[in-house]
């Protein structure tokens, strides 16, 4: 297979002039650049890149001219989108110029630089599509046995095709939004009837957001390595999931209320070219994809995620620590199965790979499955948990590690008590 793509914005040897940049536990190094959108004391929102603990602001560097924006301004609007539409050539040209700016050798050191502590940060992208897939075999595998037959807990078709459902765009939010937990309907066991009130067992859903650059076109499915070229970058996701209104609503048409009420991302968006040497071979194939599914080159990821909670008042406890390089389907080939049947894929169209879980219960993506299903607590700070509780927050955190280190910053949500329900 053909390996990563390296050009000198890889060099593990190359330094920032921004001393943070270069702290070997920091996120964000000059190898890095991730993208995102911040404002300042509630002005205007601002495109940005992630150096050290500063940003570099990219709105005001095309205002100044220093950064080439073509007939029309790319980076006034607030989002990524404009940017992300662009040819891929034209990433990777900006990525490049950008570290030559930060270079330690770099002689003109005049840049518009914010401090990271002062500022906001909002959604990076106008996100007009989300969908989430179940691209976990152990997740799949775990959830199967829970609820199903464990000796037959994948379904037919799950070791031939990447399955997913379109979830809710509008409540897509950027972390430290707090999520509201949510109100369904809830049928127990011996009842005869549902009931409506707050989810019970609201749980996490740890995974990797791909967000698409270059749009597809309507009609026209494209193959896996279009569909690499075609990823802009990455985030990490938490899709908060209501378990108990998701086991009375899911069937026959899938999650519903159970799945709409959030999902997080984290504010930076760590690029597709950033991640070149962390590109990893996916598990073998017990039986064969179809060709359209096929990949010639290795377009897993080597992004180690982890999770923390802390109840109200409590320390920060890590409850797992998974890994995305696992995933049976990767990100290039849920988009090439998105657009098999011709549907359209636009800037920042937000794909989310699911629940990522591995071999060990410690490396399992969920509280459904680290407790299985409530049934074995695990500790936190003064307690236990088996689904999370109000005033809860959980935290991913990303890194790469190899020739240097790449972080996504924090993906954090704390739980709201549910909201009084709506009489006629």
Known sequence: MTGPVLDE????????????????????????????????????????????????????????????????????????????????????????????????????????????????????VRIGGFTDFYASREHATNVGSMFRDPQNALLPNWLHIPIGYNGRASTVVVSGTPVTRPLGQLKAPDADAPCVGPSRKLDIEVELGALVGT?????????????????????????????DIQVWEYQPLGPFLSKAFATTISPWVVTSAALEPFRRDAPERERPLLPYLREATPNNLDIEITATLAPRGGAPVQILRTNA????????????????????????????????????????????????????????????????????????TGMCTGPYRIGFGACSGTILPAPELCEP
């Open 215 to 243: 749009p597809t076109q309507m009609g026209r499915p494209i193959g896996t390595a279009e569909a690499q070229d075609s990823i802009f970058g990455y985030v990490l996701l938490n899709d908060w999931s209501a378990r």
């Open 325 to 396: 390089a696992g995933l049976y389907y990767s990100a290039a080939q849920q988009l090439a199965h998105h657009t098999l049947s011709g549907c359209r894929m636009e800037a920042g169209d937000l794909l989310g790979s699911g629940t990522i879980s591995g071999p060990t219960r410690d490396s399992c993506g969920s509280l459904l499955e680290l407790t299985w299903n409530g049934t074995e607590p695990i500790s936190v700070d003064g307690g236990t948990r088996t689904f999370l509780e109000d005033a809860d927050t959980v935290t991913l």
């Open 9 to 124: 914005t890889h060099d593990p040897a190359r330094r920032s002039w921004i001393e943070s940049a270069n702290a070997p536990d920091g996120d964000f190094s000059i190898q890095n650049l991730p993208f995102g959108v911040f404002s300042e004391n509630a002005g205007d929102r601002r495109v940005g890149v992630a150096i050290g603990d500063l940003i570099l602001d990219l709105t005001a560097l095309e205002a100044q001219g220093r950064i080439a924006s073509g007939d029309a301004p790319i980076f006034d609007g607030g989002c990524l989108n404009p940017f992300m539409a662009r040819p891929r050539g034209e990433w990777t040209k900006l990525r490049a110029k950008l570290a030559r700016m930060l270079d330690a050798g770099a002689s003109d050191r005049d840049l518009p630089l914010v401090a990271q502590s002062a500022v906001e940060m909002h959604l990076p």
